[in-house]
């Protein structure tokens, strides 16, 4: 079934009210966090910044690669500067970033935004936006949400959907090996480490600490975002994409909720300070997952 979205006369009211972020001249402002947008050329790019970050620094990984597409989100708590970093997006550039996951519509920029952010949320907000239990339907296309609950081997995701019209989204952090190692040293001290950890983990403490200190963890929640104009095809793509990482000892969801179908699209555009379904995963797993492990 295809989807066309019938001429009307009538004054179009838009959904502004989907657009759930601010953007000042500093990046994506929610709270007291700015977090700044960077486009890369490759995934080469990515692990390089990936890295090379601080364990503080959350990232948020927006990859499509049969558009040849590449975004990292950086949260940072560093003092802002009004200059443009390389690879740097503009607000007008964010703007539009944002506003392409809703509609195909370009962004008509307008220096007002910055000073009037009900505005730019009106410009960026799309005309038709409906969520269903299990997918949305922005103005020409039909979106499906998958979320990664268990990975088995390490494959490069890009072989199941580099055909398809899908980001992978990766929010992560890296593990603050100096903090655990701290936390540990207390514990032994205090006699805690009994008490507080199963038999089980308490007898691997010695090879956890080992493994920390040869290894670079991160934490992870990955997420899998699909785009297609016949919502029948979108299923079956979906279906596809679970049964391929279910071969490589996968398991994958799609929200059968409005709520959930909703929220987990959300924290697949915006910056994410919660993770649900957390991964630990070794740096180089992580390189091969994004197709960078060279």
């Given at each position: 079934?295809?989807f066309?979205?019938?001429?009307d006369?009538?004054?179009?009211?838009?959904?502004v009210?989907?657009?759930?972020?601010?953007?000042?001249?500093?990046?994506?402002?929610?709270?007291?966090?700015?977090?700044?947008?960077?486009?890369?050329?490759s995934?080469?790019?990515?692990?390089?910044v990936l890295?090379?970050?601080?364990?503080?620094?959350?990232?948020?990984?927006?990859i499509?690669?049969?558009?040849d597409?590449?975004?990292?989100?950086?949260?940072?708590?560093?003092?802002l500067?009004?200059?443009?970093?390389?690879?740097?997006?503009?607000?007008?550039?964010i703007?539009s970033?944002?506003?392409?996951f809703?509609s195909?519509?370009k962004m008509?920029?307008d220096?007002?935004?910055?000073?009037?952010?009900?505005?730019?949320?009106?410009?960026?907000?799309?005309?038709?936006?409906?969520?269903?239990d299990?997918?949305l339907?922005?103005?020409n296309k039909?979106?499906?949400?998958?979320?990664?609950?268990?990975?088995g081997?390490?494959?490069?995701?890009?072989?199941?959907?580099?055909?398809?019209?899908?980001?992978?989204?990766?929010?992560?952090?890296?593990?603050?090996?100096e903090?655990i190692?701290n936390?540990?040293?207390?514990?032994?001290k205090?006699?805690m480490i009994e008490?507080k950890f199963?038999?089980?983990?308490?007898?691997k403490?010695n090879?956890?600490?080992?493994?920390?200190?040869?290894?670079?963890?991160?934490q992870?929640?990955?997420?899998l975002?699909?785009y297609?104009?016949?919502?029948?095809q979108?299923?079956?793509?979906?279906?596809t994409?679970?049964?391929?990482?279910?071969n490589?000892q996968?398991?994958?969801?799609?929200?059968?909720?409005?709520?959930n179908?909703?929220?987990?699209?959300e924290?697949c555009?915006?910056?994410?300070?919660?993770?649900?379904?957390?991964?630990?995963?070794v740096?180089?797993d992580?390189?091969?997952?994004?197709?960078?492990?060279k």
């Open positions: 079934m295809d066309t979205l019938k001429k006369k009538r004054k179009i009211t838009k959904k009210s989907e657009i759930k972020t601010n953007i000042n001249r500093h990046g994506i402002v929610k709270g007291k966090e700015v977090t700044k947008v960077f486009e890369m050329k995934t080469a790019e990515i692990k390089i890295s090379e970050i601080d364990s503080n620094v959350r990232v948020k990984l927006l499509n690669y049969s558009a597409k590449f975004y990292i989100f950086k949260a940072e708590n560093k003092k500067t009004s200059d443009i970093q390389d690879n740097e997006l503009n607000s007008e550039e703007a970033l944002l506003k392409s809703y195909n519509e008509q920029w220096d007002c935004f910055l000073k009037n952010p009900k505005k730019m949320k009106y410009e960026m907000a799309p005309v038709v936006f409906e969520v269903k299990n997918y339907l922005n103005e039909y979106i499906n949400v998958i979320s990664l609950e268990h990975l081997d390490f494959l490069n995701i890009k072989n199941i959907i580099e055909n398809n019209d899908c980001w992978l989204v990766i929010d992560c952090y890296k593990v603050d090996r903090y190692f936390k540990l040293d207390e514990m032994k205090d006699n008490k199963s038999s089980f983990i308490s007898n403490i090879d956890i600490s080992y493994k920390l200190k040869e290894e670079t963890i991160f992870c929640e990955i997420k975002l699909l297609n104009p016949n919502l029948e979108i299923r079956k793509e979906n279906t994409i679970k049964k391929n990482l279910l490589n996968y398991t994958a969801y799609t929200p059968q909720e409005r709520i179908t909703r929220r987990l699209f924290k555009i915006y910056p994410n300070r919660t993770m649900d379904v957390i991964h630990s995963i740096n180089k992580l390189y091969k997952m994004i197709g960078s492990d």
